[in-house]
Nanobody, 125 residues
Framework: VQLQASGGGLVQAGGSLRLSCAGSGQNFRSYAMGWFRQAPGKEREFVAAIRWSEGSTRYADSMKGRFTVSRDIAKNTVYLQMNMLGPEDTAAYYC???????????????????WGQGTLVTVSS
């Protein structure tokens, strides 16, 4: 099972980016997929997550209204649309997959069992 993240880059403040994360592998099964980010010198923090089956979502408070997480089941792909980006959004963004059930949509790193490589987002002021 592998996750491949893409879509990062350099954008000006106020701009938008869309990140993608594709899952692959014969045994790929996801209960939920999440996005986290890590800025230099800081801990990895939760951004957004989506429950794979019915598409319910959860966001970190600072991302509500600016970021949208979605998924394409046929493509095993989760997306993160990021709007109104600011310099504080500069970070490496990681996608993650959880393969077992939980009552709530998971929001901590320990609740995910498969991680993709980071994709770097840089927002210039």
């Amino acid at each position: 099972v592998q996750l491949q993240a893409s879509g990062g880059g350099l954008v000006q403040a106020g701009g938008s980016l869309r990140l993608s994360c594709a899952g692959s592998g014969q045994n790929f099964r996801s209960y939920a997929m999440g996005w986290f980010r890590q800025a230099p010198g800081k801990e990895r923090e939760f951004v957004a997550a989506i429950r794979w089956s019915e598409g319910s979502t959860r966001y970190a408070d600072s991302m509500k209204g600016r970021f949208t997480v979605s998924r394409d089941i046929a493509k095993n792909t989760v997306y993160l649309q990021m709007n109104m980006l600011g310099p504080e959004d500069t970070a490496a963004y990681y996608c993650a997959s959880r393969s077992w059930y939980s009552v709530l949509i998971p929001v901590t790193t320990s609740e995910y069992d498969t991680w993709g490589q980071g994709t770097l987002v840089t927002v210039s002021s």
